[in-house]
């Protein structure tokens, strides 16, 4: 199993979720699997921070597609 959680990298946080949500969207769009951890505070909003992973095959697709968006 842990092969497996090696197999992810970490692409992107954001300490907004809207903006994890634009990216989520493009990746879903190119059939990219991905993971998003959540650590925002939910009483406290402006603390913690989204991560995006994903699969260690689809990251330089991945990163491309997230150097092409305006965030």
Known sequence: MENESNNWL???TYQFEY???ILVGSLENEGIEYKIENKVDNA??????????????????????????DL
């Open 19 to 21: 903006k994890a949500s």
């Open 44 to 69: 406290f909003n402006f603390m913690g921070k989204v991560e995006i992973y994903v699969r260690q095959s689809d990251f330089v697709k991945a990163l491309h597609l997230k150097e092409n968006i």
């Open 10 to 12: 970490l692409l992107s």
